[in-house]
């Protein structure tokens, strides 16, 4: 199992928090995630008496957010093993992690399995990972189709992500679509009138 890569270290009594019960292992994980010390992720787990669902999505999250999308997404499946079942967070850091490692496939199904097998309703921050994560596949038609079909109006992040996908791959066509939506999402901005190709 995977440590957490961290950037300095922090002075108190780590096996103090870890023999706590899940408050205590919850403030070790933040710590963890926020502070960066390295810490075995199965000796957090093994500290914690009782694993909810606030300590699960901490740590997926962290870990998606951090680039380790395989630790992340094997911290899922553990997660379901244990007979957690995971909420619209959890997703969120699981289709944040497929962003990290590209696999378009696994995003999408776990988009699917978040709406069908879990009865989640996608929030706007869900749809901006896929938005995210389909271009850097090259399906820059998908991700504006997924645009399209969302239940809520596209907000700027979104917009502008498109936008520079579009430029990234050099698709003129759908990049004036994309501009268009932007400067109807943010018409009083004149920065987004200079954003069609890098000068």
């Given at each position: ?5 961290i950037t300095y270290s922090i ?52 870990l998606a957010m951090h680039g ?108 004036e679509v994309a501009l268009q ?19």
């Open positions: 199992m995977s440590n957490f890569i002075p108190f009594s780590i096996t103090a928090d870890l023999t706590a019960d899940t408050g205590g292992g919850q403030g070790l994980a933040i710590g963890v995630l926020n502070l960066a010390i390295v810490i075995p992720q199965s000796q957090v787990f093994q500290g914690m008496k009782t694993k909810d669902l606030i300590s699960w999505n901490t740590l997926i999250g962290g380790r999308g395989v630790d992340a997404l094997n911290l899922f499946i553990r997660m379901k093993n244990a007979g957690q079942k995971p909420d619209g967070i959890t997703f969120l850091g699981i289709l944040c992690a497929c962003t990290h490692m590209g696999p378009v496939e696994d995003g999408l199904a776990y988009f699917q399995s978040m709406v069908h097998d879990n009865s989640i309703v996608p929030q706007i921050e869900h749809y901006g990972c896929m938005v995210d994560l389909l271009p850097r596949a090259g399906r820059l038609e998908q991700a504006m189709d997924f645009v399209s079909k969302m239940p809520m109006e596209p907000d700027v992040v979104i917009g502008a992500g498109l936008l520079g996908a579009c430029r990234t791959h050099k698709n003129v066509e759908l990049a939506r932007l400067i109807e999402l943010e018409p009083k901005n004149p920065a987004n009138y200079g954003k069609m190709w890098p000068s």
